[in-house]
Each structure stands twice: as C-alpha cells, then as structure tokens.
C-alpha cells in the first residue's frame, strides 16, 4: 500500500493513519524494555512527537491527552540515540523505492532553525569545572541550526546534514549527496538522482561539477 501526499499527513491534532502506522509499527522495538516497566504505546508517543514539532509549542506545553512531556521527549532522544529512527527512515524509502513511489529528481536547499529564546538561559560565566575552559563560546551564527536536505520531486527526504547555522549551503551540497543512499533489495544501493537542483546560495561552480547522473 502506498501512501499517498493526498492522504492524511501527521500534524498538530492529525494522529497516524492505520495504514502508515501499519509501515512502521514492525520497525519500532518492543514495548517490554528491559529495565523499568512497560512503555506508554508507540503509536500514542509519535503522534505526541510530532504534534509538538508541528504546533511548535514546548514540551512542558504538551497536551495532557499526549501523555507526561518527560517521557515523550525521552523517547524521542532514546530512539534517536539507538537510530530507531534512522532505522524507520531509511525502511520507509526502501520500501517507496521498491514500489516505484519515488520521484528521482532531488532537490537540495537548506533552511535555518533558531532555538528557542529560553536556550539563551545557560550559564555562559564562569569556567567548566571538569576543563576549566568556559562553557560556551560566541559563534558567528549565534543559536541556530542550519539543516540541508535532499528530498525527492514530491518534496519527501532523502537525505540531510546539520550544520551551525553560518555554515554555507555550497560547501554542504556534496556532504547531502555523500549521504544520498537508498538501500535495494537487489543489487547495489542507489546514490544518484537524476538531476540534482540546488537552491541559489549552494549554486557554486563545485556544486554544479558534481555528477547528476544514475545509477
């Protein structure tokens, strides 16, 4: 079964659909870990995940129908940490690849993410007591992100790289196509597009060398 972009989309107040929640539930790990007692359901915690990303509201904002906001967000850093959801990720295009669903002419721009105003909150006087160095140091792109994706011509990743927020988008473009890798069932994994346009700031004479063709 393929879903479909007119299909019902994870959103603020918009839970999974039956179908996707049948692609990923076989992905995620069981609900019986091995210390402590049984976790809260998968599909009720990734619906609160993405309410919270989509709405942009804090965690400590979280609905009281979405659960504790300590445990939904433990559970977004723990599967981020043992690539639950690197893992999920890279099933679901697999699994579009096979089916023929994706569209193979990759787009690569990048779009800045600013943390929150309370982030500015940390300590930054004073040395660390385990360097003696301080704790923060100023940076040219103060609290900011920037995030560089490669996605298909429907607009679904593919690949991504995080960098400070002053990073340039040339420089950039050839570590997203370095991670521009879809597994097949048979045969080598897929690692080029057929084209691949990049917005103007990564539009550099070095991003335009770089080899569109398939394989």
Not at 34 to 54: C, L, P, S, Y
Not at 64 to 92: I, P, Q, S
Not at 150 to 172: H, K, S
């Amino acid at each position: 079964m393929q879903l479909r972009l007119d299909q019902s989309v994870v959103g603020p107040g918009v839970p999974l659909t039956d179908a996707q929640w049948a692609r990923i539930e076989p992905l995620l790990p069981e609900r019986t870990p091995k210390r402590g007692g049984r976790w809260r359901d998968h599909r009720e915690v990734i619906d609160a995940i993405a309410f919270t990303f989509q709405a942009g509201t804090q965690w400590v904002n979280l609905l009281e129908k979405c659960g504790h906001c300590r445990g939904v967000y433990n559970r977004l850093r723990m599967w981020a940490v043992d690539v639950t959801w690197e893992r999920v990720f890279t099933a679901l295009i697999t699994q579009a690849d096979a089916d023929e669903d994706l569209a193979w002419a990759v787009s690569v721009d990048s779009t800045i993410v600013r943390a929150h105003q309370h982030a500015a909150g940390a300590r930054k006087k004073g040395p660390s007591w385990r360097t003696g160095r301080p704790r923060h140091r100023p940076v040219r792109g103060g609290l900011t992100t920037k995030i560089h994706l490669a996605a298909d011509a429907r607009c679904r990743p593919l690949a991504f790289v995080l960098t400070a927020g002053q990073a340039g988008d040339a420089p950039a473009f050839t570590d997203v196509r370095a991670r521009l890798r879809v597994p097949r069932r048979r045969g080598r994994a897929r690692t080029r597009s057929a084209s691949s346009p990049c917005g103007p700031s990564a539009s550099s004479s070095a991003s335009r060398r770089i080899g569109c063709g398939r394989q």
